[in-house]
């Protein structure tokens, strides 16, 4: 079975600084890996996702995330946010067979 | 409409009520969930339905009974609840099963428990 952590609950950060929110997975076979941004009062919407092929995946709002197998991680950057950027940020992993299985979240606080 | 539409977006009831939760897609998927996101926790998946046959059911107890007469439409009915299961309960729905079909979430119907 997977697991997802996502060592950080909470990360705040000034607008327009860099950011970078973690997660790790674990897993005996090979995984895709997804990220999903949740605004308040709103669903999951997808932000980004690896299934195969290039290791660096991008978004269509500036965000960026990259696959390390060796190190089991799918780190989610921005290099500048935005306060619309406040959200909560689930990382996902999934495999053949498999059901989602959703981290914590991590809520990104973007303070002005 | 589109994408996936949930109602009620809040919900109070008592202990001894009987209320459903409604889900409808828009998106001409053939598999449907409900996840219990609970404050502090991760995403709870509750049961799949995959061409309106369930497909697993996550150790939910049964107060909680859903229900898929068809691929666009999903339920969840709600009777003899506990003030614990207050929580957002989110429908998705997806292409098909498979790990690499992106799930579609809605709003999710607010649940609170008296």
């Known amino acids: 079975a997977q697991s997802v952590t996502q060592l950080d609950s909470q990360v705040p950060v000034f607008e327009e600084a860099p950011v970078e929110l973690r997660c790790n997975y674990s897993s005996s076979v090979s995984v895709y890996l997804f990220w999903y941004v949740q605004y308040p009062n709103q669903g999951l919407q997808l932000l980004l996702k690896y299934l195969s092929g290039s290791t660096l995946v991008e978004s269509i709002n500036g965000f960026e995330a990259e696959f390390n197998k060796s190190q089991t991680s799918f780190h989610l950057r921005k290099p500048s946010v935005h306060i619309s950027d406040t959200a909560e940020y689930f990382c996902?992993?999934?495999?053949?067979?498999?059901?989602?299985?959703f981290g914590p979240g991590t809520r990104l606080s973007v303070l002005p | 409409e589109t994408g996936v539409t949930q109602t009620p977006r809040h919900l109070v009831m008592g202990m001894t009520n009987k209320k459903s939760l409604k889900c409808e897609q828009h998106l001409g998927h053939n598999a449907m969930y409900w996840y219990k996101q609970s404050a502090k926790k991760p995403l709870e998946l509750m049961f799949v339905y995959n061409f309106k046959e369930q497909t697993e059911n996550n150790s939910v107890p049964s107060r909680f009974s859903p229900e898929c007469p068809n691929s666009s439409h999903l339920f969840l009915h709600l009777h003899t609840l506990q003030p614990e299961d207050s929580a957002l309960y989110l429908c998705?729905?997806?292409?098909?099963?498979?790990?690499?079909?992106?799930?579609?979430f809605g709003p999710g119907t607010r649940l609170t428990v008296l």
């Open positions: 998705a729905s997806s292409q098909e099963i498979g790990a690499y079909n992106e799930q579609f």
């Open positions: 996902a992993v999934s495999a053949p067979g498999q059901n989602f299985v």
